[in-house]
């Protein structure tokens, strides 16, 4: 299943949840924020969050610095 991860195409398997997807890229999800499809989705919602083919994700880290 292909979904753009942050405007690129990206294959995962079918059936992953936005956790899932952090796990597989080996993102913390308490270090980012996603868009689902032009919509912020809750950290609370990322376990239960199946993507669909064609879902467009934004991943926004946050970095410290000053």
Do not use: W
């Not at 913390?28 to 996603?34: A, C, G, H, P, S």
């Amino acid at each position: 299943m292909q979904v753009y991860l942050n405007e690129k195409p990206k294959d995962i398997e079918n059936g992953y949840t936005i956790s899932q997807l952090l796990e597989y890229l080996k993102i913390d999800k308490q270090e980012v924020t996603i868009e689902r499809n032009l919509k912020a989705v809750q950290k609370a919602d990322y376990d239960g969050m199946v993507l669909k083919e064609g879902d467009r994700l934004e991943i926004v880290r946050f970095v410290g610095g000053g």
